[in-house]
């Protein structure tokens, strides 16, 4: 009964058209999975006898707000959870349309894999471009490709090699190394997560064992040591008279006792006198783990700063190349200002480069822009207050990433993914 | 040896909590700790301890106390406050209730829960708490799978799910102007399981409600209700001894029990595992409408 202490956890993003069956597979996988309780089942057979429909609509288990039920569409990231003996899975459920692509981002940015999901009988449309973009440019390592609907096609081999091939054809410009294929029917059931019997033709895993045997364990970054200080722990207690713990979360690397460290921006440097989490002291530390690190000598570190090793930096700068990927309502234009969020670190920037903005059907490039609207996705240039101290979010997503917030509102505005 | 550089699911999950509860604390002046007595606020306690030693943890913990509590929840209460050394704040709904801030409900179903908010935002407005961190899970219902780890609350206290901030990577935005504070829920995404196999896992003590024992209950509309001052019993309801455990700390009136032998947390874990029900279906409050909980939150529930 404690095989659940060796369980893994998957994150992953669900994306599709308006009627591709997102939410069926979604329902699909946690009905199957035997993830649905009664009182949620005995409510979604209510709502489905009252919309008058003579089949138990799966797709209302993930329907959230009150709005989205009146409509009928996904507004918003919704978070749903499944667990199988071997993995327990969070799923980012992302709305399709062209206008949530902001949403799209959110979801990507903390996922292991996306599921795309392509409509047998329509083949590869322009939401399936900017999904797969969308999950390239967020870096997502692994990108499940469902062929949905199957049952509408006659379960045809040749339709779904035809996908296959053309996707293939077009992933080839994308930077995702893992992309796997699988033909289902999210309403009938085939290869989600049980096997088809209509399909004896495909030799390949169901979806769900996809889900469970993915090769997670690289995605964090074990090589280039980084620890984001988040807060300054000092007891202040007789028994603690002198101490000083430095919190945070791993975001790179491997941390032991007596390792030389670095601090930046100081530059001072000293040894590690201990790693622990709560009272537990441990032999390493590594992303994403949350510890306390304790040094040899007393130096002075605050928030924001960096800890990370002698002979491997991240890059220092205060003019920074981003991908960014604009969220507001509110347009940008150049030499508008804003806070930048980077790790724990927050210091004030300003947009002084639009150099492209990207078409995401199909990757084109548009120059002499000069103002982005919510869900542009274009490369700029900013530059801030303070350097910063990162890797291009290529080499590491955690110290890769910033967010910008509005000086006046608050809001965040925009999400960057350092080139 | 070789090294294998991942974490179990709840290590990873307690490492993002404890991040989470972490950033609260630097990016926030007055934090302080939804305690309701229930499992997940406790898990939260343990893990904000674990956040902050050998220091103590640098935040109250504030109990809405809506004066129908179980005993059991009151004992391990101040029991826990002493263990963790912590300071509480209470807030009561009986004082906002005899201030006229807060009207009781009547009738047989009369329920103390709605009247929280108001006791809630009096208490946040009167310590000025700028963030304010609860137990909630994302998989607990519906209208909280969309709710973001910071969650913006406008100066009236209210939740606008349409104009949410977006949330990427573990940038977390605490930014507001004066008098906005935030809500908080540093284990949005653990589930009931993760939950009680952390319990496990820690050796977390629980108040005894939660493991079997015979209690003088009532059936009503399906639910097994305990008797209590505050139950008010229609005239062919007839009290009657159960072996009974409850999946759900709530008030006394409104949280029903299952029937069950599971006296260890291990029992507990794979009765769960067979349960067929989710555990806010013992709950009255969610049955109202099917809405009830998105509506309640709009207006500043936990």
Same mark, same amino acid.
């Given at each position: +009964?404690?095989?659940?202490?060796?369980?893994?956890?998957?994150? #992953?993003?669900?994306?599709?058209?308006?009627?591709?069956?997102?939410?069926?597979?979604?329902?699909?996988?946690?009905?199957?999975?035997?993830?649905?309780?009664?009182?949620?089942?005995?409510?979604?057979?209510?709502?489905?006898?009252?919309?008058?429909?003579?089949?138990?609509?799966?797709?209302?288990?993930?329907?959230?707000?009150?709005?989205?039920?009146? *409509?009928?569409?996904?507004?918003?990231?919704?978070?749903?959870?499944?667990?199988?003996?071997?993995?327990?899975?969070?799923?980012?459920?992302?709305?399709?349309?062209?206008?949530?692509?902001?949403?799209?981002?959110?979801?990507?940015?903390?996922?292991?894999?996306?599921?795309?999901?392509?409509?047998?009988?329509?083949?590869?449309?322009?939401?399936?471009?900017?999904?797969?973009?969308?999950?390239?440019? !967020?870096?997502?390592?692994?990108? /499940?490709?469902?062929?949905?609907?199957?049952?509408?096609?006659?379960?045809?081999?040749?339709? #779904?090699?035809?996908? %296959?091939?053309?996707?293939?054809?077009?992933?080839?410009?994308?930077? %995702?190394?893992?992309?796997?294929?699988?033909?289902?029917?999210?309403?009938?059931?085939?290869?989600?997560?049980?096997?088809?019997?209509?399909?004896?033709?495909?030799?390949?895993?169901? !979806?769900?064992? +996809?889900?469970?045997?993915?090769?997670?364990?690289?995605?964090?970054?074990?090589?280039?040591?980084?620890?984001?200080?988040?807060?300054?722990?000092?007891?202040?207690?007789?028994?603690?008279?002198?101490?000083?713990?430095?919190?945070?979360?791993?975001?790179?690397?491997?941390?032991?006792?007596?390792?030389?460290?670095?601090?930046?921006?100081?530059?001072? *440097?000293?040894?590690?006198?201990?790693?622990?989490?709560?009272?537990?002291? !441990?032999?390493?530390?590594?992303?994403?783990?949350?510890?306390?690190?304790?040094?040899?000598?007393?130096?002075?570190?605050?928030?924001?700063?960096?800890?990370?090793?002698?002979?491997?930096?991240?890059?220092?700068?205060?003019?920074?190349?981003? +991908?960014?990927?604009?969220?507001?309502?509110?347009?940008?234009?150049?030499?508008?200002? #804003?806070?930048?969020?980077?790790?724990?670190?927050?210091?004030?920037?300003?947009?002084?480069?639009?150099?492209?903005?990207?078409? /995401?059907?199909?990757?084109?490039? %548009?120059?002499?822009?000069?103002?982005?609207?919510?869900?542009?996705?274009?490369?700029?240039?900013?530059?801030?207050?303070?350097?910063?101290?990162?890797?291009?979010?290529?080499?590491?997503?955690?110290?890769?990433?910033?967010?910008?917030?509005?000086?006046?509102?608050?809001?965040?505005?925009?999400?960057? +993914?350092?080139? | 040896?070789?090294?294998?550089?991942?974490?179990?699911?709840?290590?990873?999950?307690?490492?993002?909590?404890?991040?989470?509860?972490?950033?609260?604390?630097?990016?926030?002046?007055?934090?302080?700790?939804?305690?309701?007595?229930?499992?997940?606020?406790?898990?939260?306690?343990?893990?904000? @301890?674990?956040?902050?030693?050998?220091?103590?943890?640098?935040?109250?913990?504030?109990?809405?106390?809506?004066?129908?509590?179980?005993?059991?929840?009151?004992? =391990? @209460?101040?029991?826990?406050?002493?263990?963790?050394?912590?300071?509480?704040?209470?807030?009561?709904?009986?004082?906002?209730?005899?201030?006229?801030? &807060?009207?009781?409900?009547?009738?047989?179903?009369?329920?103390?829960?709605?009247?929280?908010?108001?006791?809630?935002?009096?208490?946040?407005?009167?310590?000025?708490?700028?963030?304010?961190?609860?137990?909630?899970?994302?998989?607990?219902?519906?209208? @909280?799978?969309?709710?973001?780890?910071?969650?913006?609350?406008?100066?009236?206290?209210?939740?606008?799910?349409?104009?949410?901030?977006?949330?990427?990577?573990?940038?977390?935005?605490?930014?507001?102007?004066?008098?906005?504070?935030?809500?908080?829920?540093?284990?949005?995404?653990?589930?009931?399981?993760?939950?009680?196999?952390?319990?496990?896992?820690?050796?977390?003590?629980?108040?005894?409600?939660?493991?079997?024992?015979?209690?003088?209950?009532?059936?009503?509309?399906?639910?097994?209700?305990?008797?209590?001052?505050?139950?008010?019993?229609?005239?062919?309801?007839?009290?009657?001894?159960?072996?009974?455990?409850?999946?759900?700390?709530?008030?006394?009136?409104?949280?029903?029990?299952?029937?069950?032998?599971?006296?260890?947390?291990?029992?507990?874990?794979?009765?769960?595992? &067979?349960?067929?029900?989710?555990?806010?279906?013992?709950?009255?409050?969610?049955?109202?409408?099917?809405?009830?909980?998105?509506? @309640?939150?709009?207006?500043? =529930?936990?």
């Amino acid at each position: +009964m404690n095989s659940y202490l060796n369980n893994q956890l998957l994150r #992953f993003t669900t994306a599709g058209s308006v009627d591709d069956g997102k939410s069926t597979l979604i329902g699909r996988l946690l009905y199957d999975s035997k993830s649905i309780f009664e009182d949620q089942l005995e409510a979604v057979e209510a709502s489905s006898a009252r919309k008058g429909f003579d089949y138990v609509d799966l797709s209302l288990l993930t329907d959230g707000l009150k709005s989205e039920r009146e *409509q009928g569409i996904t507004i918003d990231v919704a978070y749903r959870y499944f667990a199988t003996p071997k993995r327990k899975f969070i799923i980012a459920d992302t709305p399709g349309h062209i206008q949530y692509t902001r949403n799209m981002v959110t979801g990507a940015s903390t996922a292991n894999l996306a599921l795309i999901l392509i409509d047998a009988r329509k083949g590869l449309v322009e939401q399936t471009y900017r999904h797969s973009f969308i999950a390239s440019l !967020l870096k997502i390592p692994h990108i /499940i490709v469902c062929v949905n609907k199957m049952d509408l096609v006659n379960y045809s081999e040749d339709v #779904f090699d035809k996908i %296959v091939e053309e996707y293939k054809a077009f992933s080839s410009k994308l930077e %995702v190394s893992d992309i796997q294929f699988v033909p289902i029917s999210a309403l009938a059931g085939d290869n989600v997560v049980n096997r088809s019997e209509n399909m004896a033709w495909y030799q390949g895993a169901t !979806l769900l064992h +996809m889900l469970e045997t993915a090769h997670i364990e690289s995605d964090h970054n074990h090589i280039d040591s980084r620890f984001p200080v988040q807060y300054v722990i000092r007891p202040q207690s007789k028994e603690y008279h002198d101490f000083r713990g430095y919190a945070g979360r791993v975001a790179g690397g491997i941390f032991r006792p007596g390792d030389d460290v670095v601090v930046l921006p100081s530059g001072f *440097q000293s040894k590690i006198k201990e790693i622990y989490t709560g009272s537990e002291v !441990l032999e390493e530390a590594f992303a994403p783990m949350s510890v306390t690190i304790t040094l040899q000598d007393e130096i002075d570190i605050s928030r924001g700063d960096i800890i990370a090793k002698p002979n491997n930096h991240p890059q220092s700068e205060q003019d920074i190349d981003l +991908m960014l990927c604009w969220m507001n309502q509110k347009p940008i234009n150049l030499n508008t200002k #804003f806070y930048v969020r980077h790790t724990t670190r927050d210091v004030k920037g300003v947009l002084k480069e639009i150099q492209y903005k990207l078409d /995401i059907n199909n990757l084109h490039r %548009v120059e002499n822009v000069d103002q982005l609207v919510m869900n542009d996705i274009a490369r700029v240039k900013i530059r801030t207050a303070q350097p910063l101290f990162f890797d291009s979010y290529r080499k590491n997503r955690i110290t890769g990433s910033v967010i910008l917030v509005d000086e006046g509102t608050n809001e965040t505005v925009a999400a960057g +993914m350092i080139v | 040896m070789s090294h294998q550089y991942y974490l179990s699911h709840l290590k990873e999950l307690e490492a993002e909590a404890i991040f989470v509860i972490r950033e609260v604390v630097a990016q926030f002046e007055k934090p302080a700790l939804l305690f309701s007595g229930g499992k997940d606020s406790i898990v939260l306690a343990y893990l904000s @301890r674990k956040a902050f030693a050998p220091a103590r943890i640098p935040f109250p913990l504030v109990h809405i106390d809506t004066g129908h509590n179980f005993p059991e929840t009151m004992e =391990y @209460r101040d029991w826990l406050v002493n263990e963790l050394g912590v300071k509480l704040i209470v807030g009561s709904v009986q004082e906002s209730i005899d201030k006229g801030r &807060a009207k009781e409900e009547t009738g047989y179903n009369a329920s103390r829960n709605s009247l929280q908010t108001v006791t809630l935002l009096d208490t946040i407005e009167q310590h000025k708490f700028d963030a304010a961190m609860g137990g909630a899970r994302r998989d607990e219902e519906k209208a @909280r799978a969309k709710e973001r780890f910071f969650s913006h609350r406008d100066e009236f206290g209210q939740w606008d799910p349409k104009n949410q901030r977006p949330e990427l990577w573990n940038l977390f935005n605490g930014r507001k102007h004066i008098g906005e504070h935030f809500r908080v829920f540093p284990i949005s995404n653990w589930t009931e399981m993760d939950v009680w196999q952390y319990i496990h896992l820690e050796n977390i003590p629980i108040p005894k409600l939660y493991y079997s024992h015979e209690r003088e209950v009532i059936i009503r509309d399906g639910a097994i209700l305990s008797t209590s001052p505050w139950l008010k019993l229609k005239p062919d309801e007839v009290p009657m001894k159960m072996t009974v455990r409850f999946r759900t700390c709530g008030d006394m009136p409104i949280t029903g029990a299952v029937v069950s032998d599971a006296d260890t947390v291990e029992k507990i874990i794979a009765e769960v595992a &067979a349960s067929r029900k989710t555990e806010r279906g013992t709950r009255a409050d969610d049955k109202r409408s099917e809405t009830a909980m998105e509506d @309640r939150k709009k207006s500043g =529930y936990f």
